[in-house]
């Protein structure tokens, strides 16, 4: 999907406008760059310590981590074939099923999600770098972490700046680079694999494995739903729907899936290595390798990161369109750039460890979403043919200003979902979890406290919910004439 050279050096001038069929090129196959430059990072690793606190077996973590991750970017797959079929961005092709003003509070969680995916990417790569120059002799403080700051900065803010092109030619560099340097990364780790203390952790129960499965569905696909036909848009509208969904899917999925394996088998060989990762989970790697290769682990560290920032500011920032800012594309993209600089202060600087605030983020952010991608999905299944561009923009038209069902039936599976999910991270938090006890799950202390179940149930209550009442709906702005 990579355009001319001339073209990857100019400013993006489409923002939230439908695409013209003028500029609608490639192939799905050429999904496969961006989707895994963006999840090929080896944050993926640090899943398999993350994944094993949960209480369970590396068999356990394993299948959970096979079926979450794959299942989640699905999802993600499904949501990019509106954006072949609609030609505009995921937040405005949401307006068909919220209606054009009553999408905003959809649009507003998908930009507070996806510039936290930017901050926490940039702060693992801030943190990455001043670790591994620690280790290196250079000394790893404030100044270290600032200039890391800096340059991570200039690649995302530039290429969500610059827009599309320039982005799909970063995102197959990246992919090349950090794939090659991955695969040797994990030939240097395997000796450190001791398949005997693998194989001799305990198996956990089943809500220690949904709990697990849920955490993968959040911090993967989950966490890209809500940007995932940002790409495909520029698809030919003849392209097909099925590679579409397999080239999002399996780009997706291939690396978190390989990545978290090598990770399980690391974090339970090294007891002291699986709790450095929640402190810092990209730099505890590095203290594995070799000294002579931890340039080049920061410089595959830091470019895997950066592809998932790149994807992340671009979609924030069509985001913050969406949701009624009056300024240039490339503008929301700076506006995204200032908070991600504040927010990695805090957290870089300031906060005491990584993996709390994290595991806090992705659940509570994680149900909303779910809800969100249910209705979105459950509308996407129920349509047979394309967009009415004007009316995803016209409050009047097919689509109406406010659909309170599909609004409604967000807010409600987001109450559930928060009742049934727990999150010790924030104080603030404490009161999720309400309804574990009323429905007889064992409250706030129970066994299915940590199984995150919220989200899972936002998901079908929000797409059982949009099936069951909302497909005369569809049918009848289907049969308006365009």
Known sequence: MPGADSAALQVEA?????????????????????????????????????????????????????IGIVFSFLLCGFVAVAGKRGSAP??????????????????AISWVLTVGWETVLTVLATLATATVFTQLGWGGGPVVKIVALAVVLLLTVGG?????????RMQTVITIVTAVLTVVFIAFVIPHIDWAKVSAIPGGSAASVVGALVFLMTGFGLGWVNAAADYSRYLPRTASSRAVIGWT?????????????????????????????????VGALASILPTWYLVPFVIVAVLGLVGGCV???????????????????????????????????YVAFFADNFLGPFQGFLITLGT???????????????????????????????????????????????VVGWGLVTN???????????????????????????????????????????????????????????
């Open 90 to 107: 995921t937040m405005i092709l949401s307006r068909a099923a919220f209606g054009v003003r009553g999408n905003w509070l959809a649009t």
């Open 368 to 414: 909303p979403i779910a809800a969100w991608c249910g209705v979105m999905l459950a509308d996407i299944a129920g349509r047979r043919g394309g967009y009415s561009e004007a009316d995803l923009y016209d409050p009047k038209g097919r689509y109406g200003s406010v659909n309170w069902v599909a609004v409604s039936l967000v807010l409600v599976s987001t």
């Open 160 to 168: 969500g700046v610059m827009g599309f092109d320039l982005i799909m």
């Open 249 to 281: 899917t399996f780009g997706s999925a291939l690396a978190p899936v390989v990545l978290l394996i090598a990770g399980l088998l690391l974090a339970g060989s090294s007891p002291d290595l699986n709790k450095a990762v929640a402190e810092d989970p």
């Open 311 to 345: 994807l992340n500011i671009y979609s924030s920032g069509l985001a913050l369109l969406a949701a009624g800012l009056k300024t240039p594309r490339f503008a929301a993209a700076l506006i995204d750039g200032v908070v991600i600089v504040l927010g990695t202060i």
């Open 14 to 66: 489409n923002g939230i406008n439908v695409i013209g069929d003028d500029q609608r090129k490639g192939t799905p196959r050429q999904l496969f760059w961006p989707w895994f430059a963006a999840n090929v990072s080896v944050l993926g690793l640090s899943y398999g310590s993350f994944t094993l606190a949960f209480g369970i077996s590396f068999w356990q973590a394993a299948i959970a981590a096979a």
């Open 424 to 482: 010790t991270y924030a104080s603030w938090l404490s009161w999720q979890g309400y309804l574990l006890d009323p429905i007889g799950l064992g409250g706030r202390e129970g066994a299915w406290a940590d199984a995150n179940l919220g989200v899972l149930a936002a998901l079908v209550i929000g797409f059982a919910g949009t099936w069951l009442t909302q497909r005369s709906r569809v049918r009848s702005q289907e049969l308006v004439a365009a």
